[in-house]
């Protein structure tokens, strides 16, 4: 089982990625599970790692020809570890026993697949009358709550 800090890998490419800001290489690019939050992350662009025999990660920010800073198209959700889509919810719950996400990119923002129900009409309902009629509450007695 992992500890509660995660880290993140392309879904399709299998890269490591990392988010700017709180994934830094003292922290083996991850971020604690407790701060951020799906939803926090979607649609945010991740840094792109690399491997590395020097970093004591084993990982170092991936760097093009003119040696800026690789970064991913917008996070466009997560997949969980039973292969559902997730734009929503703990971190935590879609990290693998490595604690690694599967994070999903793209420019179009993604929506949770969803059952769609029909709303229950409870027009043709009857609920019983009552035998008296209700025109005030001193006949109605409450336990006390300064009572042993």
Not at 117 to 130: Q, Y
């Amino acid at each position: 089982m992992f500890d509660r800090r995660v880290g993140f890998i392309g879904s399709v490419s299998g890269e490591r990625f990392a988010l700017p800001g709180p994934a830094r290489e003292d922290n083996r690019w991850t971020v604690d599970v407790h701060v951020f939050q799906a939803e926090n992350v979607v649609g945010r662009r991740m840094l792109q790692l690399e491997r590395s025999n020097v970093a004591t990660s084993g990982l170092q920010l991936a760097r093009g020809p003119d040696g800026e800073v690789i970064l991913s198209a917008p996070v466009q959700g997560f997949m969980s570890p039973d292969d559902q889509l997730r734009v929503h919810g703990w971190l935590e719950v879609l990290a693998d026993v490595d604690g690694l996400i599967r994070v999903v990119f793209g420019e179009v923002p993604l929506t949770e697949p969803y059952e769609n129900k029909p709303c229950i009409t409870l027009s043709d309902v009857s609920t019983p009358r009552s035998d008296k009629p209700c025109t005030s509450l001193s006949d109605v007695s409450t336990p006390r709550s300064d009572c042993d």
